[in-house]
């Protein structure tokens, strides 16, 4: 599994994933699932990834193929990076490149019980248009990020889902944004043991076309236990603070 | 879907349920999950059930069944609720009972392409046993919750895992878990449709044999409202105590 969050907020954008990757509990090893395009400089695309780990990286491969060759020499058929003059074309390519590499050994990995199926998520700018945000489905489809919901997700979803939900806005910086997601992160490896550091963070500025900050979180990286204490101190000191039930109103502390 | 949770703690139990069931987004109706049964003084059961409906229904109109008839003619065949003398004794027999009223209609439930399994949580005490907890798997089979993994989880378990991990332990006062468990519940419910109030509630005091306080929270419970907004407050601040990024800390707030 994976964790992989996207965040679009009025001042930009933050891009968080773990890199653990799994095939059973015999073959657990670390893969950054974070990638970062930038094959001009009136765009610029950072893109998360989640599912079967061979789909993901020849979806990569591809991509960077159709960026070696002249755009008119498109090897995958599907268009390039360079090419797109909107982002929902950015995404929209990424989902033809995944479907046709999962089309290659799809059928074998079905009858073997597996899935060749991956997920995207594309954050990026293309000059003369605002920075945005999608989530490119297996299917090839892809929804993009709004006011309403500035955060998508792909992976292990579920448990790092209600601090975003609770505490996240679009109004937040770009540094809050990042912690939320961190904690997010942190939060969903400690109850489950298919996500797992390091932890990557990038944090792209609105109308600046590049990576103001890109970051790297071990095991033991301090700023992770510190995050993880404060968080958990705060649940503590809540749990506190939470009403009590009439009956322990009625007697005396 | 449902969301369950039993926790076993050093002075008790505590049991806390969702009510949200539904068939698809076209049927959403509300129903306990909780049941109580006190066969005899010396002991008590509360059982939680999450999974199919009609299977978890089933399952307690056979209970209740099984205790109506003599003994000695257990129309379940399964034994019943008098007859244990220990609670994993009760258990085998809630999942016999589940796994012979599966049995009935699994396959016809199969072919449409719907599943008859049903998941329980049983807590409970047999006087002269301590107080315990069991997961009762759709198999039939089962497992306890333990000092070292003392709360057990049905349904969708995911979205409220965090807080119990991080501010859970067995040594927290019957009240301040309980507080906890409808936390889990009701950030569940904020992050996902599938999981509603009412939520139920019930307080088991060890070598007590009876529920302390049963209680239940309306969606518009002012309770409710304001541990979310406590807990909420709570992530906010925190989120602003998290450790500053290195770029941040140079520059004058």
Redesign the interface.
């Known amino acids: 599994m994976t964790y992989c969050i996207g965040y679009w907020l009025e001042k930009g954008l933050v891009m968080a994933s773990d890199s653990r990757t799994n095939a059973g509990v015999d073959y657990i090893s670390s893969y950054s699932k974070m990638y970062v395009f930038q094959p001009a400089s009136d765009r610029l695309f950072v893109l998360l990834a989640a599912g079967n780990l061979a789909t993901t990286q020849a979806v990569v491969s591809w991509i960077r193929r159709d960026l070696d060759r002249p755009a008119e020499d498109s090897p995958s058929g599907a268009g390039d990076l360079r090419s797109c003059d909107y982002l929902f074309e950015a995404a929209a390519y990424i989902g033809r490149v995944s479907v046709a590499v999962q089309e290659e050994n799809g059928a074998a990995l079905q009858q073997a019980g597996a899935s060749a199926g991956a997920s995207f998520l594309l954050g990026g700018q293309i000059a003369g248009e605002s920075h945005g945000l999608y989530l490119v489905y297996p299917q090839g489809n892809a929804i993009m990020a709004t006011r309403e919901t500035p955060y998508l997700q792909i992976g292990e979803t ?6 975003l ?3 996240g806005h679009t109004n937040l910086s770009l ?2 944004a ?3 997601c961190l ?1 997010s992160e942190v ?2 490896q ?3 043991l298919t996500v797992g550091p390091p932890f990557e963070l990038a944090i792209v500025p609105a109308d600046a076309l590049t990576v103001a ?1 890109r ?1 790297t979180f071990a095991a033991d990286a301090p ?1 992770l236990t ?3 204490e ?16 009439p ?2 109103q009625a007697s005396p502390t």
Chains 1, 2 share one sequence.
């Open positions: 579920k448990y790092g889902k209600p601090p939900d609770n505490v540094e809050d990042a912690r939320l904690i939060l969903t400690r109850s489950n900050h970051l700023e510190a995050m993880v404060t968080w958990s101190d705060a649940q503590r000191e809540a749990l506190h603070r939470l009403p009590s039930f009956w322990e």
